[in-house]
């Protein structure tokens, strides 16, 4: 009944790179650009990357050079390949559909990552 299972994240320090994993339901998501959101501590969750279906990727500019998303729909997988990360990216990083925050009701735990010295 999961729909999206987040995993990869962890501690790094400036500069390091992680990629972040994400299962999700292929009968709500088979067709739908999919979403990487991030919250750090203290602010709201905010939007970082989209993946159509097809695999064509979008960024916002926090992520914009330094991520990239991607997806396998065969695996039902959803991906985040994060570089030359900053002490700001810390933050738990969730996946979902490409929907506005305020209208998605199923999150899933997410993974943190944690950039520090």
């Known amino acids: 009944q999961v729909q999206f299972v987040e995993s990869g994240g962890g501690s790094v320090q400036p500069g390091g790179s992680l990629r972040l994993s994400c299962a999700f339901s292929?009968?709500?998501?088979?067709?739908?650009?999919m979403a990487w959101f991030r919250q750090a501590p203290g602010k709201q969750r905010e939007l970082l990357a989209t993946?159509?279906?097809?695999?064509?990727?979008y960024y916002a500019e926090p992520a914009m050079g330094r991520f990239t998303a991607s997806r396998d729909n065969a695996r039902n997988m959803l991906y985040l390949e994060m570089n030359n990360l900053r002490p700001d990216d810390t933050a738990v990083y969730y996946c979902?559909?490409?929907?506005?925050?305020?209208?998605?009701?199923?999150w899933g735990q997410g993974t943190q990552v944690t950039v520090s010295s």
């Open positions: 993946v159509s279906h097809a695999g064509t990727a």
């Open positions: 979902n559909r490409n929907l506005m925050i305020s209208t998605i009701n199923f």
């Open positions: 292929v009968v709500d998501s088979v067709i739908t650009t």
